[in-house]
């Protein structure tokens, strides 16, 4: 596997812990005895199975170890994943895997998560003068780029005949552009979850569009080295299995859950987390090709944005599958 680079328009986000020091020379990959796991702190589901030791547990049946790794944001997460540094990832916005793919990444889809289109949505000021996506031409837009949120702001705009050129885009993460929106030194902001929640609890905001009208499904995907994927596929089972029922557990007890990730997400108010957790489906799913056609339209979008370097068969990646 040959490490990626990040396209020169991305900033590396500081990697948290001790993955930078680690060596990239790997052994001969067989059962193991330990699972290094990348998450950021929005993996909700690791979250939940990372603060309750079920996974750990588990685990300890198989004679596996676990070692957790956090990341700031999910291309650095997939970056070190490819290069051995870790085993498995949690949850990453559709469109991450795409860039993974373009620089020829050596990746297994293990998971997924069911579409939350309302897990992002295109807000604007109570007062704004913007009352519809036509209505965008000229006015300056904040996303992140290469995230969902810059994926459904094309879409949005496509789908009225306009295009990245009609519009003014600032690339922001997201506190930077919660602070920029707030501010007035942005006319509209594609928030995901839990910006979006609170934003709306915080802020006077109207929502233009969001991607529950067919625009932008967005799902979460969850990846691991293919080399370990095939070695330890009943590690995989059992990590798939622990989401699965973390998932299930979320929506069974959404005021246990936002109480439980509150401290994680900044001391989010618990009422606007549970607002949060309801826009996001944590129906876990296996991955299936059919499920992935969504990944391709978002590819061939970036490519005609250049925003990827190159062209991209988003249908070209192991799939592992329960039972396997």
Do not use: C
């Amino acid at each position: 596997m040959k490490p990626f680079a990040l396209p020169l328009s991305f900033n590396r986000s500081i990697i948290v812990g001790a993955v930078a020091a680690a060596t990239l020379l790997q052994a001969p990959f067989s059962l193991a005895e330990e699972l290094r796991i990348g998450y950021q702190r929005s993996s909700t589901l690791m979250s939940v199975l990372r603060d309750n030791n079920s996974l750990e547990e588990k685990l300890a049946e198989q004679g596996v170890t676990i070692d957790w790794y956090e990341f700031t944001s999910g291309l650095p997460m997939l970056e070190s994943l490819n290069v051995g540094n870790i085993d498995i990832s949690a949850d990453v916005a559709d469109t991450v895997p795409i860039f993974a793919q373009a620089a020829g990444a050596d990746l297994t889809f293990y998971a997924s998560e069911a579409a939350s289109p309302s897990g992002q949505a295109l807000i604007v000021l109570e007062d704004s003068d913007i009352e519809t996506l036509e209505d965008l031409a000229g006015k300056r837009i904040t996303v992140t780029r290469g995230a969902g949120n810059h994926y459904l702001l094309i879409a949005a705009l496509e789908s009225v005949g306009l295009t990245l050129d009609d519009v003014q885009v600032s690339y922001l993460p997201p506190a930077d552009a919660r602070a920029a929106f707030s501010q007035g030194s942005v006319d509209a902001w594609i928030a995901w979850e839990p910006f979006l929640s609170t934003s709306r609890a915080t802020l006077e905001t109207r929502t233009i569009t969001d991607g529950s009208d067919g625009l932008a499904s967005y799902k979460r995907y969850y990846l691991a080295t293919t080399p370990y994927a095939e070695a330890n596929p009943e590690v995989i089972a059992t990590v798939y299995d622990a989401l699965y029922e973390a998932g299930l557990w979320i929506k069974a007890n959404p005021e246990e859950a936002s109480e439980l990730l509150s401290p994680l997400w900044g001391d989010l108010d618990p009422e606007i987390l549970q607002n949060a957790l309801q826009n996001r489906s944590y129906d876990v799913q296996p991955v299936t090709l059919e499920g992935l056609s969504e990944q391709q339209k978002i590819a061939d979008a970036f490519l005609a944005a250049d925003i990827l370097p190159n062209a991209v068969d988003a249908l070209d990646s192991p799939i592992w599958q329960p039972g396997e």
